[in-house]
């Protein structure tokens, strides 16, 4: 007997569909799926650096600073399993335990990681 999931696609749905859009002028330069061989599990997109980066929706901060490939990073819980990753940031603008609002800018683009 298979396990249920613990958010089904429909709540899944809602809750992506609530989400704001990060930056302003969208290109995405990778999208999610397949790249270099392995599958990448994000959306990257191309902005000129300094560019300002918001919170995709209301959250509690609970990463923000330096990890590995991801260079400089600000993690958002937005609750019910929802979370969104910023990475590459030039400047992060929030700190951990942080409540955001959506549209709050967070951090500026960057290409660090």
């Known amino acids: 007997m298979e396990a249920e999931p613990a958010i ?7 809750m992506i569909r609530r989400l704001s859009n990060p930056i302003d002028n969208i290109y995405i330069s990778s999208g999610f799926g397949q790249r270099w061989g ?3 599990s994000g959306i990257d997109f191309a902005l000129a650096q300094g560019n300002s980066i918001y919170a995709a929706d209301d959250g509690q901060v609970y ?3 330096v990890s590995g490939g991801y ?3 600000v993690k958002i819980d937005h609750g019910n399993g929802m979370q969104t ?4 940031c030039s400047k992060l603008l929030v700190s951990q335990g942080q409540h955001v609002s959506k549209g709050e800018k967070i951090a500026l683009v960057g290409s660090t990681g």
Do not use: D, I, K, P
């Open 71 to 73: 260079g400089n990073l």
């Open 63 to 65: 990463f923000s600073g």
């Open 8 to 14: 089904t696609a429909e709540t899944m749905f809602h």
């Open 85 to 88: 990753y910023y990475a590459h």
């Open 38 to 40: 392995r599958l990448h």
